[in-house]
């Protein structure tokens, strides 16, 4: 039946965080203690407040077709957000929301791209991005980081792969998967090399903004010189633990907006008309309503930080922000240990998953073949079983 699946289709990848978590439950249903640290979701429950704002939507009925672009009220409320958060002024009618931030970016591949388009995609980058950029026909130009660099890059660098085909520019900041954090002054370094390039429009990804360990988050579309070339990509399925709500946002220039309501019009209309309700009590609350998440996403850093440490074999930095470690890993590429050969972080991956039961995702699916990546977003108890399971495996390695 092969023949009958598009060449579009073959040619995408598959999200490794997916197939990971996939095999992870898996052998949890086979009966095998696994603790998967694959997915990033975080593991508290959404708030009571936004619960019952979704209630309310129930009852009052709100269960037809909302606008395509979302309500307006929703629509009114992350303009508010936007400016009380991020000093950028979008109107209501710079905003979609979609069926998660995933769908957003999606939307903006296909409003933007044409065949042959290049895109400036630092890595490590998140999984879909890639992906996104090829479904809609466009060239994805690697920008290679490391963790020298705390896997950002500059401005200079980013001048070095510019060329009349660039259109884009994607990141994230705070970062999947590194949970790297871009400045103020570092995004000023970016900004002074996008200002030569009027070709070019930028994606901002902000969705881990409110799990930020450094104090204010800094947004790329509030420089004013570049404000009309970039779009704030954010949602609420990190800072206030909604994933299955399903719902992401953006902000864009008018007419990129518009591309993207119409994009979605033919696709899937609307988000669900009460995660939208849910969204309102959100973003109308105080950010500070969350901050215990992000209390406990920095204890868990610092706890991951002290093990991962004393685990022979791994290179970390201090992630500044979301939830995920990435360790370079390529020291203990050759390594064995029975019938396991330690080729590379996927071999290094399975290996952990095999022997040590616990779910990791190889740098691969990021760009960055050295590295693998961690999510801290789990209890504290799983997270020491973790790093204690984890180091066994891999003092084994000879």
């Excluded at 240990?337 to 699916?365: F, S």
Aim: aromatic share 10%; charged share 25%.
């Amino acid at each position: 039946m092969n023949h009958f699946i598009s060449s579009r289709t073959r040619n995408l990848s598959e999200s490794q965080t997916i197939a990971m978590s996939k095999k992870s439950r898996e052998m949890k249903e086979s009966g095998i203690d696994v603790i998967s640290l694959s997915l990033g979701e975080p593991d508290f429950n959404t708030p009571d407040f936004i619960k019952e704002a979704g209630k309310e939507g129930i009852d009052q009925n709100y269960t037809h077709y909302p606008p395509v672009a979302g309500y307006k009220d929703l629509r009114e409320a992350i303009s508010r957000k936007f400016l009380r958060d991020n000093k950028i002024n979008y109107s209501p009618e710079q905003i979609v929301v979609s069926t998660g931030a995933k769908q957003c970016i999606a939307n903006l591949m296909l409003s933007i791209l044409n065949p042959g388009d290049e895109v400036l995609l630092p890595a490590p980058y998140w999984v879909s991005y890639k992906e996104a950029i090829k479904l809609a026909e466009g060239v994805p130009v690697i920008i290679p980081t490391s963790i020298d660099t705390d896997f950002k890059i500059d401005g200079a660098t980013l001048e070095k792969y510019i060329n009349p085909k660039s259109k884009m520019l994607i990141f994230s900041s705070p970062c999947n998967p590194t949970g790297s954090l871009y400045t103020k002054t570092e995004l000023a370094d970016l900004v002074n090399t996008l200002e030569k390039h009027e070709n070019i429009i930028s994606i901002s990804d902000e969705i881990y903004e409110l799990i930020n360990f450094e104090g204010e988050h800094s947004s790329l579309a509030s420089f004013d010189s570049i404000y009309d070339r970039v779009v704030t990509v954010n949602g609420v399925s990190k800072g206030f633990s909604m994933t299955g709500w399903r719902l992401g946002y953006l902000g864009a220039p008018l007419e990129i907006a518009k591309a993207c309501d119409k994009m979605q019009g033919q696709f899937t209309s609307a988000t669900s008309s009460i995660s939208q309700r849910a969204a309102i009590a959100a973003l109308n609350a105080d950010p500070s309503e969350v901050d215990f998440m992000k209390e406990a996403f920095l204890n868990r850093r610092n706890l991951m930080k002290k093990g991962l440490e004393e685990i022979p074999g791994l290179e970390i930095n201090t992630p500044k922000g979301a939830f995920y470690f990435f360790p370079k890993v390529d020291s203990l590429f050759g390594k064995k240990y029975e019938n396991w050969t330690i080729k590379d972080g996927n071999d290094l991956c399975m290996y952990l998953l095999e022997e040590a039961h616990v779910g990791l995702v190889p740098g691969e699916a990021f760009g960055s073949p050295d590295y693998i990546r961690i999510s801290y977003a789990a209890s504290e108890e799983n997270l020491n079983e973790a790093l204690k399971r984890i180091k066994q495996a891999i003092i084994k390695l000879s």
